[in-house]
């Protein structure tokens, strides 16, 4: 080649290259929020985190078995162990989340986390390599590591001990090298276009590969290096078209995007998200009890780890929008399909869905859904609240005391409610000196229309914008803030739309959900001896029916109401409960059949009713004004990258 020409070249490449890393320097950014370092809860919320750590704390979870996915004993074998990191990774991850949080701290987490450590390879995997066994084996173990690497880095943000995040970088190296040779290496990839594509199981362990992008976001998040960063960009291409997944690992990756995009800003990824979150995930698989299946799009079978991610879906789709509908529906899936799928020994797992409900048969699954779990309660801590620039949004309402920064300054929340027996919210800051920031509320779609808030003692009413009530001034330390938001019997479509007195409610409705605020009220066995199809919504509708509690634990009877009903072709007295309610019931021993290798004991439940025919008798029951649905989401479908 003449001299000119390699000179010519070489000076072109270093064109390209700088103008490359300029237009990556470009769309870097801070992350906007500052999410709470602290938080300190009660009532409700704190019953249930204790009660999933009691679990993991517990016997059933010894060190042996929560390891064995990287340890890989001989002598010794359980179920999934192939998902290398995948239980250890989880159960570190979640618990040092919460610990961090909630600055307490257990023995046996520091011994979880130094065994870890122990069983790293110098390559930075840890366990086998299953890379040699192909595709679909090393899938799994890359599956683990993605949790893993979640776990050292939750575990190093706790402990500040740097040998974890050597060991998080080592791992993240790992992984980042691989990526390339995933569409690439070897022919017969799960993306190789001459693969057959009805087989399930290639399709199937694409998000095996693409979910360790929540992972070396958090990376980059500790470390700094934008290496990790660029790593989970080159993995948002290869997130296959909705279609039939594990709806699990398929979440775990679009929440993998929604972080990386509060640090690159590239539209073209959030247009992905809001594209696939409406026109896919919205669009088939609402339940309106915020569950979800276990198969995309359709499936019976349910997973507490589906609608953990779902939920956490929903937190980072606020923080890429904004939009306070978003938290409408995480609060939704907190106090229905989360609670519901909790069970009174602390464990998560599967439940059957049927065209009305939910089926009796439950199993816990002890090497995920657990865990996975508690990473629910973490995230509603750390999504509580949030400060920004000039904005401190008040998301989720629980009695709490929370540390967070906004406009620059540390402000302390302190937040009184028995919310949702009742509406009451009284939240008082204390800014660590007077400051000026634009305090949001977020306001539940059906309190919209209702919904009061005074400034100490001062009834005022505020601006509302994409959700929040909006309140701008000079906040001084000890200024508190009343938020009312009435907790009346509400009828909806089983789709989210409020059924009110106008043209959408007829005398008769099919297919419909009755809620008290964020609760969704069930029939069950337990207060009911039959299922009824027919609700009548008449005069003699009694809320606050307050009916003989047998318990007061995980008992919400402030929310119980009685409807007359049609039962086996009777009229009948039904009382409704929160389907929370379901977390007191089943009998649960300490040591589980489902330890063994494989296999799982189904427990049954009761079987519950959530959608109901409702007919209408007179104008009996007053219904909420029809809100209308404010705009501003993007529907179009857009080309995938
Ligand atoms: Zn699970």
Redesign the pocket.
């Known amino acids: 080649m003449d001299k000119h020409l390699v000179l010519l070249s070489f000076f072109l490449s270093y064109v390209l290259l700088s103008l490359n890393s300029c237009n990556q320097q470009q769309v870097r950014q801070e992350n906007p929020y500052n999410f709470p370092t602290q938080v300190k809860v009660a009532g409700d919320l704190a019953d249930r985190m204790q009660l999933t750590e009691r679990r993991l704390a517990g016997h059933p979870f010894s060190l042996r078995l929560v390891t064995e996915d990287i340890a890989r004993r001989e002598d010794y074998q359980r179920r999934f162990e192939e998902y290398e990191g995948d239980v250890s990774g989880r159960t570190l991850g979640a618990w040092s989340y919460l610990s961090r949080l909630t600055e307490q701290r257990t023995a046996k987490l520091d011994s979880l986390a130094e065994q870890i450590l122990s069983y790293q390879t110098p390559e930075g995997y840890f366990g086998v390599n299953q890379q040699p066994e192909g595709w679909d084996y090393w899938g799994r173990q890359i599956f683990g590591h993605g949790r893993l690497l979640v776990g050292l880095v939750e575990y190093y943000r706790l402990s500040h001990d740097d040998r974890f995040l050597q060991a998080a970088k080592k791992l993240g190296d790992y992984l980042a090298a691989g990526i390339p040779g995933w569409t690439t290496a070897h022919q017969g990839n799960p993306w190789d276009e001459n693969r057959d594509p009805t087989d399930f199981r290639s399709q199937f362990i694409k998000t095996h590969y693409t979910s360790v992008m929540e992972g070396l976001v958090l990376l980059y998040e500790i470390s700094g290096e934008e290496k990790y960063l660029e790593a989970a960009r080159t993995v948002v291409p290869l997130l296959p078209e909705f279609g039939v997944y594990h709806s699990?690992s398929y979440m775990n990756t679009l929440v993998g995007i929604a972080k990386l995009y509060l640090y690159t800003g590239v539209e073209r990824d959030r247009n992905l998200l809001t594209d696939i979150y409406w026109q896919d995930i919205k669009a088939q698989v609402d339940q309106p009890d915020g569950g979800t299946c276990e198969y995309f799009p359709v499936n019976r079978r349910t997973?507490?780890?589906s609608v953990t991610d779902w939920l956490r879906l929903n937190l980072h789709m606020w923080a890429v929008t904004g939009e306070g509908r978003y938290m409408d529906e995480a609060e939704n899936i907190w106090w229905n399909a989360l609670n519901f799928h909790q069970t009174h020994n602390g464990a998560f797992g599967h439940s059957v869905m049927n065209a009305r409900g939910y089926e009796a048969p439950y199993s816990e699954?002890w090497w995920?859904?657990t865990m996975?779990g508690m990473f629910a309660h973490a995230a509603l801590l750390k999504f509580s609240a949030a400060g920004a620039a000039k904005h401190l949004w008040v998301n989720l309402y629980a009695p709490l005391e929370s540390k967070v920064t906004a406009a620059g300054v540390p402000v302390e929340i302190r937040m009184h409610t028995d919310y949702p027996a009742e509406g009451n919210i009284s939240i008082t800051v204390f800014p660590e000196h007077q400051t000026e920031f634009v305090l949001r509320l977020r306001v539940p779609e059906w309190a919209q229309s209702t919904y009061q808030v005074q400034v100490n003692g001062d009834e005022i009413e505020p601006e509302m914008t994409r959700g929040y009530a909006v309140v701008r001034r000079v906040w001084k330390p000890g200024d508190q803030v009343s938020l009312r938001l009435p907790i009346e019997l509400r009828v909806e479509d089983g789709r989210g739309n409020t059924l009110s007195d106008d043209e959408r409610f007829y005398d008769v409705f099919t297919s419909a959900t009755i809620h008290r605020g964020p609760m969704l009220l069930a029939s069950d066995l337990h207060y009911n001896d039959a299922l009824p199809d027919t609700l009548y919504l008449t005069p003699e509708a009694a809320v606050d029916a307050r009916p003989e509690v047998q318990s007061d634990h995980f008992r919400y009877p402030e929310n119980h109401v009685q409807l007359p009903a049609w039962i086996n072709g009777r009229r009948a007295s039904v009382t409704l409960v929160p389907m929370a309610e379901q977390t007191g019931y089943g009998e649960w021993a300490d040591e589980l059949p489902t330890f063994r290798r494989n296999g799982e004991e189904p427990i049954q439940r009761v079987p519950v009713r959530i959608k109901f025919t409702v007919k209408r008798v007179g104008d009996s029951i007053r219904l909420p004004a029809r809100i209308a649905h404010p705009g501003g989401i993007p529907m179009g479908r857009i080309e995938r990258p």
Request: proline residues 0%; contains cysteine.
């Open positions: 699990h997973e507490g780890c699954s995920c859904c996975h």
